[in-house]
């Protein structure tokens, strides 16, 4: 047993669900933690590609500035469906926190007003800088817009409080889902 943290062992874990307005909090705070994620696109062939990326939010929209011609690019304009995961650094069970949301990329033109909108979000100027480049004028690429379809948030400190560690969100539903744990 867990001095510590005896609500870990606690089986069935909870399965009450987090009223929709608190899981987009919890959402929200878990994408301003860090600003590194992993995305997961589809390869030509069908096999997938994940890599690291750096973004920044706008609500639950992500904004990403992807490597021109890289492989992720291509994937998105061959099918815009992606799979993006982003964690707390964590160290046990006790403060497991992420989220994994599946929805579909945009690749906004420089120059539109869609674009002009994301790199208002995005923080172009670090990377700027941190290359060497002007700091005046922002780098003139696409810029990806992440619309969320599902998100799948984990904490399992909620765990602690009655709630299900595992939520999910959907854009076009206006209910939390709650996905079962332990020897349920």
């Not at 690291?52 to 990403?64: A, H, K, R, S, V």
């Not at 909108?117 to 290359?131: C, P, V």
């Not at 379809?149 to 969100?169: D, F, S």
């Amino acid at each position: 047993m867990s001095l510590a943290h005896p609500w870990l062992e606690q089986e069935p874990w909870p399965t009450a669900p987090l009223p929709r307005d608190e899981l987009e909090k919890k959402i929200e705070r878990i994408l301003t933690l860090t600003n590194i994620a992993y995305i997961g696109t589809v390869k030509k062939d069908g096999s997938p590609i994940v890599s690291p990326l750096e973004f920044y939010i706008d609500g639950l929209q992500l904004y990403i500035f992807p490597q021109p011609n890289s492989p992720k690019v291509w994937a998105i304009r061959r099918d815009p469906r992606v799979s993006i995961a982003v964690a707390n650094p964590m160290a046990g069970w006790a403060c497991v926190m992420g989220c994994q949301i599946f929805g579909k990329a945009t690749l906004l033109d420089v120059g539109t007003p869609e674009w002009e909108h994301g790199m208002k979000i995005f923080k172009w100027q670090a990377s700027s800088s941190e290359l060497g480049r002007p700091l005046k004028v922002p780098p003139q690429g696409q810029l990806a817009r992440i619309d969320p379809e599902r998100i799948v948030y984990t904490e399992h400190l909620m765990r602690k409080y009655g709630y299900a560690p595992r939520q999910i969100w959907h854009a076009d539903q206006t209910e939390t889902q709650v996905v079962p744990g332990g020897n349920v």
